[in-house]
């Protein structure tokens, strides 16, 4: 439980580092669809790491659903908001990584999917 907490404490630590670092230092290198791209990735980021949060403190998940489900949102951040840092912050073309994105948005739907299911599962068998 406590290392996928500390993995999603460093991933929070490190999204709000990358948004400042996009509203400031890349303000002026950026066009605005790119800034507005890393924005996303940014969003996105943060935005699974309060699920990552709730999945890991929720007490009705066991250890096995804890790990499954962060481990697919633990990839989606890699592949979706990684593929979006590594296109604006390394210069790497999107061509080259195109495939990476949508990887990381289907572990995040795979995610959500699977902890839309739990909840059904636990509204059966109450």
Same mark, same amino acid.
């Given at each position: 439980m406590y290392k996928n907490l500390s993995i999603?404490?460093?991933?929070?630590?490190?999204?709000?580092i990358l948004g400042a670092f996009g509203a400031h230092?890349?303000?002026?290198s950026l066009s605005i669809e790119a800034l507005l791209s890393f924005e996303t990735a940014v969003r996105y980021q943060m935005y699974h790491v309060i699920v990552l949060l709730f999945i890991n403190t929720?007490?009705? *998940?066991?250890?096995k659903q804890?790990?499954? !489900?962060?481990?697919? %949102?633990?990839?989606g951040i890699l592949c979706f908001s990684g593929s979006i840092y590594a296109i604006h912050l390394l210069n790497l073309s999107a061509k080259t990584i195109?495939?990476?994105?949508?990887?990381?948005?289907? *572990?995040f739907?795979?995610?959500?999917?699977? !902890?839309?299911?739990? %909840?059904?599962?636990?509204?059966?068998n109450k």
């Open positions: 999603t404490a460093f991933l929070g630590l490190l999204a709000i230092a890349l303000k002026e929720f007490t009705q *998940f066991s250890e804890k790990n499954y !489900l962060s481990n697919l %949102f633990f990839a195109w495939f990476i994105t949508p990887l990381g948005g289907l *572990f739907c795979i995610g959500w999917i699977l !902890l839309f299911i739990n %909840f059904v599962k636990k509204v059966i």
